[in-house]
């Protein structure tokens, strides 16, 4: 369920146009709407919680919103990307009350508010002993791990393990699938030819193979200084990783149909949506919105199949 990589286009770490595709494999539709949430709104982290915090966003940001309201991936106008994936084996741990608490659905959103680069993120993360209170989401345990990514091409994945945060940080850490943990999933990849071993490149929809595939082919992507081409070439990968229409298996509940995808040029600040029932790719440029202090707006992707290319002019205040 869901992969993402980060690419550069030049070949090292930030240099050239730097892009993060991912996928977002669930198994129902997610009814996704994208957001355009401005600088200076206030929210809190968990609400109801003895540990609760607030914050007011420095950076606006885009976001896409899982059935209309949780943020599980987005960009802010700094550059820094985040999104949201699922982890079977996330174990946020019994609740401490000494630990400030983050609700899942607010920790993307609270990343991309406040942080203008990965390594600022992390050291949070790490100084902070934020502790993720868990939900449902659609009825399913909505346990994940989060990475993210910025301009310079660095790179983070954070997971939560026995109560604390796991976290790879650095430029190297350019793929996250789902299951299992980061660690044994830089072991598995090691298998694969081209990879480090010589074992052929999987073709299936589990997650190692998603995980592999996603490593060898953004590895092997030409470089190239055009935006447009960029794009492209990261959607070739993450469409390469996604999982078809029929591929659902009640035996395997971490396997779902991908519903969406998304590439995020990093350099550029585009923001470009695809979804799997649709025929056409839309897109925002964040310069073409208006993210100073204001209400939120909203794009729903699914409102009109025929609608194509950049939208940020079809972006409406919520009802």
């Known amino acids: 369920m869901c992969t993402r990589f980060l690419w550069s286009s030049e070949g090292e770490p930030g240099a050239g146009l730097v892009l993060v595709g991912r996928s977002m494999d669930w ?17 809190e982290s968990a ?7 607030s914050w007011t966003s420095e950076y606006g940001s885009v976001v896409a919103l899982m059935y209309g309201r949780i943020a599980v991936d987005g960009i802010n106008e700094a550059g820094l990307q985040v999104s949201g994936l699922y982890l079977a084996e996330s174990d946020y741990g019994e609740r401490e009350a000494e630990r400030p608490g983050l609700a899942l659905h607010q920790a993307i ?3 991309l508010d406040r942080f203008d680069s990965v390594a600022a993120a992390v050291a949070w993360l790490e100084e902070s002993r934020v502790q993720i209170i868990p939900l449902e989401i659609g009825g399913k345990p909505g346990t994940g791990h989060i990475s993210l990514a ?43 030819t081209g990879l480090g071993g010589d074992a052929p490149l999987p073709g299936g929809t589990d997650s190692p193979d998603r995980f592999a595939r996603a490593a060898y082919y953004s ?13 492209a070439e990261v959607f070739s990968v993450i469409r390469n990783a996604s999982a078809p229409f029929g ?17 995020a040029d990093l350099t550029s600040l585009g923001y470009f949506y695809e979804s799997t029932r649709s025929p056409n790719l839309v897109w925002v440029t ?34």
């Open 27 to 43: 198994f129902e539709d997610t009814a996704t709407v994208l957001a355009a949430r401005p600088r200076g709104a206030t929210r």
């Open 47 to 53: 609400p109801g919680d003895p540990a609760s915090f």
């Open 109 to 111: 959103q609270c990343l």
């Open 150 to 192: 910025d301009a310079g091409g660095d790179s983070a994945i954070v997971e939560f393990l026995e109560g604390r945060a796991s976290i790879h940080h650095g430029p190297e850490f350019t793929v996250m699938a789902n299951s299992p943990a980061y660690d044994e999933q830089l072991e598995l990849l090691r298998r694969y």
């Open 219 to 231: 590895a092997h992507l030409p470089f190239t200084s055009s935006p447009r081409e960029a794009v």
């Open 247 to 263: 591929t659902v298996d009640a035996a395997r509940p971490n396997i779902s149909t991908t519903r969406w995808r998304v590439v």
């Open 286 to 319: 964040l310069a073409e919105l208006d993210l100073s202090p204001g209400p939120e707006l909203v794009f729903d992707p699914s409102a009109d199949i025929a609608i194509g290319g950049e939208v940020s002019a079809s972006f409406v205040p919520r009802d």
